[in-house]
């Protein structure tokens, strides 16, 4: 079976940020005239979605009544088989989850149970901009654990510090990100357990947000935080959704894994309150298209494309832009750019350096937001002619101008 990312989609005035706010508010810049814009900053795919999720659609959307419905047993069966032949999960039941408008929803349900407001979250940093937002626009106070590189260039969480600002800071909830946007890893067994063994001694619970699960690169596999004990399993809320492997960001849609019933309880009617919380029939119906041998077939194949996008692209970094340095991402589709020593050597700054590729059309992201100091995070989730098109743009005016 053969799918397409190759064709170069024309997303303008389609509903898509990622190309129509280039040039507004805090989006990059717009081109200087003779280049066209290649959208490599916000999260989503620049690719077609996976033909089983359209035909799902189509399918739902030639009955002509859209009123209020139940999800059915269908939908649990989906995910509960998308989980065990994607992750291994062997023992999940329809009790043990519950719907989230967003992932970022289902954190702050989460957080509105588990904390009071004014409450200190432990989060690692680099940080998802979105986490910030979301924490500090209800009232929380985020505390950084920052991920160090390990002499490899791989990003490590540091327990010891980890668990320093647990205890000092009095705090009882952390979110994870696994796999870590924006630097990209995948965390091993080891890893999640040593963290977790960290949060059991310091009674933290655990917000596991694992959306980029599927989109592993180059061989390496999730390890779902919540199957690394029975304490990890009863310690931890887990949110996925088809969003980000399926670039269905649009259509709204997350769900919740929680094991704890008496956590899952609380979670499920914190998140009734607004009345707000409520399942869109269309994004049922695609994620049971998503989940599905032939949506599972696209992934994989995704992953390929994706795994070489990362390679072609931390390849010809290493090879051509002198003093910048990136970790080769194990998963998501982001690439996380420390551009430290190129700004040293050329008395530059990480504004300018920006600046730069905004003017030939690479519209790329600020990664001050994510607490990289002198860094850009970039997406790779285009057909390869666009990341080869951008890299010798960069290459000629902006790195070896």
Known sequence: ???DFTTILNR??????????????????????GFDAIPMWVADMNFPTAPAIQQALRARIEHPAYGYFAPPRAYY???????????????????DLSYANGVLGGVISSLNVLCSKGDKVLLHSPTYVGFTHAL??????????????????CWRMDFADMAQKLEQEKIHTAIFCSPHNPCGRVW??????????????????????????????????HIPTQSVSP?????????????????????????QITYNSW?????????????CNNMNVLSMHALMGAYSPDGAAWVDALREVLSGNINYACDYIARRFKGVQVFRAEGTYMLFLDCTD??????????RVLRAGWDVGVAWQDGTYFHGPCHIRMNLALPISRITEAFQRLDQYVFNA
């Open 12 to 33: 303008q005035g389609k509903d898509a940020i990622a190309v129509d706010g280039i040039g507004h508010g805090t989006a990059p810049g717009a081109p200087k005239d």
């Open 231 to 255: 304490d990890a399993r009863q310690r931890t809320t887990a949110l996925y959704a088809p969003s980000k492997t399926f670039n269905l960001a649009g259509l709204v849609g997350s769900y």
């Open 77 to 95: 069966n989906r995910i509960i088989w998308w989980q065990q032949t994607r992750n291994g999960v062997t023992d999940l039941s329809p009790s």
């Open 263 to 275: 956590l899952r309880d609380r979670i499920k009617k914190e998140a009734s309150l607004s009345s």
């Open 136 to 153: 500090e626009n209800n009232g929380y106070t985020i505390v950084h654990s920052p991920l160090k590189p390990d002499g490899q260039g």
């Open 342 to 351: 190129w700004c040293t050597d050329h008395h530059s700054s990480i504004d």
């Open 1 to 3: 079976m053969s799918f």
């Open 188 to 221: 091993e067994r080891w890893e999640i357990e040593q963290a977790l063994a960290v949060f059991r001694e310091h009674d933290v619970y655990v917000i596991s947000d694992e959306i980029w699960s599927d989109l592993t690169l180059n061989g390496h596999r």
